[in-house]
Every structure is written in C-alpha cells, then in structure tokens.
C-alpha cells in the first residue's frame, strides 16, 4: 500500500477503505508518512469530503492511536460534555457538580485556553492547589468518592489528532466537516465516557459562525457518536454575546459559583440547566421533565455547590476560595469603559471581546504564553440592553498598563449602539438526539 495511492484515491473523489485510512493514521502517527503527504491528503478531503463510514473509521483509528480511557465499570453512569469554545464558557464547572450531584460519573480531559477561547484547565488552576494531573489509580478513585474528575489532556491521548490539527492549522484545512468531526469524536471516544453532550457554539465568538453551519457539524457529530456506540446529545446555544459577565479565569470561577449558590439566573444559568438536563437524560435515564426539575433542584437545595467543594477538595484546591470568593487575588488596575451615547446596545462580537481579554494577560495568543489568572473583564451590560452616555458598560482588570489601550481599543471596536429595541435572539436554538 503507498501514500501516493491513497492521496490519489480521494482526489479523484473515490471512498477510501478501512485499511487505508487506518494504514495512514498509523504512519502518520509513528512519523514514516512525511507532512507532505497528510497536507495532501488533507486537502483532498477538504474538496471531497467523506462519507459516514469514512468519518468513523477515521475517528476510532484517531481514538486508537494513543491511550485509551477504559470507563466500562461505570456502566451507562459515565458522561462528558464538550464545548466547541467560546466567550465566558464556564459551562463545565457548573453542570459538572450538579450532574454528579444527581449520581452520575461526570470524567473530563480539558484543554487549556488559546486564542479568544477560554480553558477549563486554566480556569480550575486560578483555585489555589487544584491539580490537573491525577495518576490513573487518583482519576477512577475520584470517580467513585465524588462522581467527579477533570483534569488537563492526557499526553498520549489522540497523537493523530494533535499531529493532525497543528497540520491543517497551517494549510488552510481546518473547515472540514469530517476533519472537525472526528478530530472532536476520536477525543471523546478516546476519554471513555459512555454518554456524550456536545455545547455546539453558533455566533460571532464560535468557530461556526452561521447556524446552518452549527446545525450541520452538530448532526455529524451526534451522527458518528451513535455509530461509535455512545449515546450522545448536542446542543446548539448562541455565542453572539459572551456567556454570563465574566470573563477570565478567575473572574469565571467566582461566576460559576454565584450560579451554584442560586444567586444568578442569567443566560449563563439558562444554558447549565439545558446541558445538565440532557446529561442527565442520557446517562440516568431520566424524562426530560423530570431531568430539568432535578437539575433546579441541586442548584437549589445546595448539593451542586457541595458536589463542587467536594470535588475540589479532592483535588488538592483550597475551598475557602469557594466559600468566599473575595480572597481570590485582584488585578491592580480596573478601566472602565463608557457608552458613547444614550441608545440600547444592539450587539457584541464576542471574538473581538475575547481578544480584548487576551491583551489584558487573561489568555494566550501562543500555546507558550502564559496568563494572569485575575485578569479579564467584567460586562455591565449586555446586548438588548438600555444605556446612557457615560455609562459603564463594561471593566478592564490587567495588572499591565501598557495593554489598557489596546485591549480597550479591541472592545470598543465590537460594542454596536442602536435607536430602537434589538430583536433579542434565542439562547438555545435546537437539540440534536
């Protein structure tokens, strides 16, 4: 079998076998497939495409080509949610806690934040202590005493993935419907988890940036889930605006814990009890009705935020964080930006608002930066809402002065202003079984 062949093969526009996707994977992965050829074959895709069979067989040898997360003695209890990224996504450290809270098995590998897009790991991290690497026999024990466990990617989790994904970020290969697919499934598939829910972003601050877009990765995904034998969900919600107010790692732990506490009910609140709901249906089993009144419930009664300081704890974080979200350090300067008249905003781009929160030290431009884990900004306003000239719509944390103006600069330029009332958007716009 040559590489040649099978570049050919798919330029033409033919089907590939089961044996030479996995004969590509595997050279690829052990290095004796040149960059070149995967550029190839690669574009040939992009222009081509590949069928369902095609996808999965691509996605298991990805998942196959390093560790794999063995999640069986939990039977149908184990589930993982997944965001494609966003603005203010502080998503998993809420409906992580009330998932478990409720007796699921909630495990998740998460990456680290780069570009406009935010990190779990980064975020757990601004908690004094946490660690986010836990040896095998720490992951399943954790498991089982607290129904929690997340922690930063494994090293030889998908090295094809990796491979690959830093190829076609440099040879305008990214927008490929099967490339994402299984360059997101081969994760998941890869971590173990039976049960799936998949936070498809849809909006200015996502990678799909049109809902047809959103619509059709999502389908895809859920569609080579159920071939992959999970039971998988997704969930379309908008990232036109970022999620919640705050945003930066810090700034979003303190968030997610007020909404934990039952003292927000934002669109941030909105979006954990739809995710948590459907993590629920599929891994308890539960109606919709009664996954959603349960879901309240945790939030309520207080077991979610006590599942969220039991599962810190147990990964070495100190909780007085929690208790009390004023001890977590503050930014030494705050810059206050204005409206420029009396109008109603009429809309956010949420990926200049996320750069904006790059310069100010809260996220990296580069895997090799490093980040300041209390800078960020806080919105005082959001899209559909009232302002009078002079009033502050939002605040700039850094302990950077030189970056004040550029990063207020960044989100000037992606604030809109109108006369009349905004038409308000849907938060969630479709689930996808």
Not at 141 to 164: E, F, M, R, Y
Not at 179 to 186: K, N, Y
Not at 305 to 312: L, R, S
Not at 371 to 392: Q, R
Request: aromatic share 6%; net charge negative.
């Amino acid at each position: 079998m040559r590489m040649y062949d099978i570049i050919e093969k798919k330029r033409n526009g033919f089907e590939l076998s089961d044996e030479e996707i996995k004969f590509f994977i595997d050279g690829f992965t052990s290095g004796d497939i040149p960059d070149y050829q995967a550029s190839a074959l690669m574009m040939a895709i992009y222009f081509r495409g590949m069928s369902e069979r095609e996808t999965v067989t691509l996605t298991l040898a990805m998942a196959d080509s390093g560790d794999r997360v063995d999640l069986s003695e939990f039977g149908s209890l184990s589930v993982d949610k997944h965001s494609t990224g966003g603005v203010g996504d502080k998503t998993s450290l809420i409906v992580a806690p009330i998932v478990a809270s409720l007796g699921a098995k909630v495990t998740k590998m998460s990456g680290r934040g780069l570009g406009h897009t935010g990190g779990t790991v980064d975020k757990l991290e601004s908690i004094p202590g946490y660690k986010t690497t836990l040896s095998k026999e720490e992951f399943f024990n954790q498991i089982k005493n607290t129904g929690i466990a997340v922690i930063g990617q494994s090293g030889n989790l998908t090295p094809a993935d990796k491979k690959l994904y830093a190829l076609r970020d440099v040879t305008a290969t990214v927008e490929s419907i099967p490339l994402i697919t299984s360059s997101i499934m081969s994760k998941k598939i890869a971590a173990g988890s039976h049960s799936i829910v998949l936070d498809v972003k849809v909006g200015s601050g996502a990678f799909m940036k049109d809902l047809q877009s959103a619509e059709i990765l999502a389908r895809e995904m859920v569609k080579i889930g159920k071939m992959c034998g999970r039971n998988i969900a997704a969930v379309l919600s908008d990232m036109d605006a970022p999620l919640g107010t705050n945003i930066g790692n810090s700034l979003e732990v303190v968030e997610a814990v007020k909404v934990l506490k039952n003292e927000l009910h934002n669109d941030l609140y909105e979006v954990c009890v739809t995710l948590a709901t459907q993590m629920v249906c599929l891994s308890l089993g539960y109606t919709p009705e009664k996954a959603k009144d349960s879901v309240i419930n945790a939030i309520e009664s207080g077991s979610a935020f006590n599942k969220m300081k039991q599962w810190i704890a147990a990964q070495g974080g100190d909780i007085s964080y929690l208790e009390d979200v004023t001890k977590f350090p503050k930014a030494e300067l705050c810059y206050n930006l204005t409206a420029e008249a009396d109008a109603y905003i009429a809309g956010f781009d949420s990926e200049k608002i996320g750069l904006s929160a790059v310069c100010l030290g809260a996220g990296r431009a580069t895997k090799e930066d490093s980040i300041n884990h209390a800078a960020g900004i806080v919105l005082n306003k959001k899209p559909g809402d009232k302002v009078t000239k002079g009033e502050t719509i939002a605040s700039l944390y850094t302990d950077e002065p030189d970056c004040i103006s550029s990063a207020a600069e960044m989100f000037i330029s992606a604030v809109s202003y109108s006369e009349n009332i905004p038409e308000t958007k849907p938060l969630i716009y479709q689930v996808i079984r």
